[in-house]
């Protein structure tokens, strides 16, 4: 909105012309998230806590845990909210890949909420039935990926890229359809499984958007894009915005949920930061580097799947408890520990991944 008024006003005041900068407003667009945060986040907390909208812990994990019982939940709004407004307020309105990537936030940010609503005010232990949240997911997962293909504008938009190899570069077809929605889907969910600790599924959250960011500016810049050998997406720079927006809400949500936590995101936030992450990816055609990026999600992911087979098959379990972050928990890590010492592990994982620009 902000960048219509800029346009307009560049024909009286030569000044405004710096709001065409991607950089400045991607910029902007994380202090006014942090701003938001600051001002939105107390008051929300405090709501939340009258209606004792609080977290409930299962007594079969770690003792540490049953503290944090009534801890107010549900917090992912304020992260919703945020991102929202400062996209809308930042971004260019006519650019497909802002509208397509905010509105599937959303989106899974909705199943989130109805899963959350169900547990913590209407007291249903279950929340949202598996099948239905799955169910919804695939909706939404499936409408955008179907959305992008049929939109797209070029073959660059539904190539798949491999990494550290410059020539290889996949047409996909029909076949980009599939890729697009397990990528959405899936990153939602291991974003999701993740969010059990203090802090320890946002940062990673925040550090994987910002280097998505910086994939985003050199796929919409086209000497950039040619240099590093990525494909040319002319629209995908308007993504700098989102991810910007995206930085300042986690990281301003992170203020209050840093251990110990004074709010928790719950599926609202999880699920719909998850799916974010995985359209961005999607969007500048780095899904391979979303894996690297978001390594630690993934191994969150493969540690449950591995648990549940190892059970079916053998009646045993590899891990003392799945999600990875509850086993060190149980072999007697402060949770302190666990998340700084996966915060790290998650910035060596986004150097990676940024890596992959220039070693091709």
Not at 61 to 78: D, R
Not at 122 to 128: C, P, R
Request: net charge positive.
């Amino acid at each position: 909105m902000l960048l219509i008024l800029a346009n307009w006003l560049e024909h009286y005041f030569d000044v405004f012309r710096v709001f065409h900068y991607l950089t400045l407003r991607g910029i902007l667009g994380i202090l006014t998230a942090l701003v938001i945060s600051f001002i939105v986040g107390p008051p929300m907390i405090r709501y939340l806590g009258s209606y004792k909208i609080g977290q409930t812990i299962r007594d079969d994990g770690p003792q540490s845990h049953l503290s944090k019982a009534g801890t107010p939940t549900m917090g992912g709004a304020l992260i919703l909210v945020t991102i929202t407004v400062s996209t809308l307020l930042w971004s260019d309105l006519g650019n497909r890949y802002v509208w397509a990537v905010l509105l599937v936030t959303l989106a899974y940010g909705l199943i989130g909420f109805v899963d959350d609503y169900k547990k913590l005010v209407l007291k249903n232990s279950k929340g949202l039935a598996a099948r239905y949240k799955y169910l919804w997911q695939s909706v939404f997962g499936l409408g955008a990926a179907l959305f992008l293909y049929h939109t797209a504008s070029s073959p660059q938009e539904t190539q798949f890229i491999v990494p550290f190899f410059k020539q290889v570069v996949l047409n996909m077809g029909w076949l980009y359809v599939p890729l697009a929605y397990f990528v959405v889907v899936g990153s939602s969910n291991a974003v999701n499984l993740t969010d059990g600790l203090d802090g320890l599924a946002i940062l990673p959250t925040v550090l994987v958007a910002g280097g998505l960011a910086i994939f985003a500016y050199a796929s919409g810049h086209s000497e950039f894009s040619e240099y590093l050998g990525i494909p040319y997406l002319p629209k995908a720079g308007e993504l700098v915005v989102f991810c910007g927006a995206l930085v300042g809400a986690g990281l301003g949500f992170l203020w209050f949920n840093t251990y110990p936590a004074q709010v928790f995101m719950g599926d609202i936030g999880a699920l719909a930061l998850g799916a974010a992450l995985g359209m961005v990816a999607v969007l500048v055609r780095q899904e391979i580097v979303l894996m690297i990026m978001g390594g630690i999600f993934v191994m969150e992911t493969v540690s449950v799947m591995l648990q549940v087979l190892s059970f079916k098959l053998t009646g045993r379990r590899i891990f003392r408890m799945a999600p990875i972050h509850h086993h060190f928990e149980l072999k007697g890590w402060p949770e302190p520990r666990v998340i700084v010492r996966f915060w790290i592990i998650s910035v060596i994982l986004v150097l990676i991944g940024l890596a992959t620009l220039k070693l091709r």
